[in-house]
């Protein structure tokens, strides 16, 4: 499992500059309004950039300048004691909104700015002004390994420095070039842990929900994000999954119950739950949108198929308070397979989840309107350095 150590955000919406050290199991928690989602927008959005999907993204959110932090540059002491009023200067350096991770093996940052004047009417577009893959948990010159500046794009090679390319569009990542290249196996690498990222966020459960309606089965190892294969990969786990780890939590949340797909003329799938002291099984229709909820989670978390890392964006939504322990207990079983983010504002489920050893708690603030982790010190962040010049 590759693992994330470390994942940095820079003036993005409400966050000017956060460092999070990460673990196996990373519980993302806050008050309303101290920046969860944006966090987990970020982190989204630079998974978009191994797919060469950030623009789309950015330009529903309203563009760059919408999107990046519209706060001062920097805050002084006497600002946050509220000796002065919050003010800004002329701006010492590009305004630019910056992305990145690392790990044990590689990292990954990317910097993203504003379009100079032109006659474009692409405006919302944003330019790809840094890309740097380097080896080990920071970045520093001698593991640098990949360098894209501006339409330039850097390997090394043997010590030395081949360029591979001067003209990538500023409009597309390095993996758009590079990503199918043999020759470029780092690149490779980390475009397609990126690619393997999952994200499950609200899933649907109204009445025309996708979940609800028979679907063609087949083999499904991986879920759809909105769930409409939901029986294809139940059934998937039954046969080549955990089975018994279904089985329990099913059980788990609703005692003496069971899940089972039915198998409807013209390979069509439909999900079923058994439950004590009903005649007949109720199918996906019937069920309770929490019910429903819950049996999405179970097939996401017990995937045949791990990913290196899974987000669940407040799966405790149309949950009810006594299904959170066992949700809790589904989580840290998936932790021990996957890299597990839960960004939640319930203290039920986060109670469940940060008796875990192995669980980060990252309780997130707000002051003067800027994202912080609680109780985090200059020394508490991880050793973490952006590229040291940005092409203006």
Known sequence: MTMLTTFAVS???????????LTSLNLITGANGSGKSNLYRALRL?????????????AR?????????????????AMRRGETSVQGGPRKHAHRLKLGFS????????????????????????????ECIWAGPYLRPATLLVDRQGSLVRRRVDGGWDVVTHQLPTYESLFSHLGRDRQSPEVLEVREVMRSWRFYDHFRTDAHAPARQSQLGTHTPVMHHDGRDVAAAVQTIREIGDAQALDEAIDDAFPGSRVDVKCEPGGLFTLTLHQHGLLRPLC????SDGTLRYLLLVAALLTPRPPSLMVLNEPESSLHPDLLPALGRLIIRASAHSQVWVVSHSTRLAASIESHPQCNVVELTKELSETAVTGQMPLDRPAWYWPDKDEP
Do not use: H
């Open 11 to 21: 003036n993005y919406r409400s966050i000017r500059n956060l460092v999070l050290p």
């Open 46 to 58: 630079l998974s978009e950039t191994s797919q060469d999907g950030v623009i789309a993204p950015l």
């Open 61 to 77: 959110e309203g563009g760059m300048k919408s999107t990046m932090w519209a706060g001062p540059e920097s805050i002084s002491r």
């Open 103 to 130: 790990g044990d093996a590689f990292g990954y940052a990317v910097t993203l700015g504003l379009k100079p004047r032109s006659q474009s009417v692409f405006s919302l577009d944003p330019e790809f002004k840094r």
């Open 284 to 287: 996906a229709a019937e069920l």
